[in-house]
């Protein structure tokens, strides 16, 4: 399982080695004896941290997920119109993607290990229910009338941006997180009723 206790300085290189490994070559191609080495452990200390490489990915995305979440509320919380609010995420995903230019790390884990059991798939689909849930929350404190469904499509765009990211910005034409955003701001224009 994932570390519940303070983070040792090993572990904390541990978890460092791993993310770098996992987010620029893959989950499934990279082993522990490269993630010991990098990060100057044994495979032993390896072991005793974590249990598992599974576990070991599973605290990697956990520790990803603490900052994005971490990034998101900042954004939100630095917002004082409910309104605007809504799509704060969007801009903290611009701010985001400035440093992960490999798309997201949950959908690549999502896509690498799709069985639903495997404690590394849950902390992704968590991390996509938790955002669906903010979106849906900050709807509703914005007034709009149906949140669940401006939710759904508000992570769904949000999604997109992140599918589409590792694309070269002139294949698409367009600056996909700044149209990301407007395209955003726009369907929270269409849902929620103008203040009176």
Known sequence: MPETRPMTPAGRR???????LFYDRGITAVGV??????????????YNRFGSKDHLVAAYLAERDRRWRSLVVAAVDACDDPVRA??????ALRTWSGTNRRGCAFV?????????????HRVA??????????FRDLAAEAGCAEPDTLATRLLVLHEGVLATQPLAVDTL????????????RALVRAAVPPRG
């Open 125 to 134: 689909a968590e991390q996509k229910l938790w955002l669906l849930d903010l």
């Open 33 to 46: 004896d490269l993630i010991a080495e990098r990060s100057g452990v044994t495979k032993r200390t390896l």
């Open 108 to 120: 690549n884990a999502l896509a690498e290990l799709p069985d639903p059991a495997h404690p590394a």
């Open 14 to 20: 541990i978890v460092a080695a791993a993310e770098e």
């Open 173 to 184: 034409g367009v600056d996909t997180l700044a149209g990301s955003a407007e395209l955003a």
């Open 86 to 91: 809504v799509t704060a995420p969007f801009d």
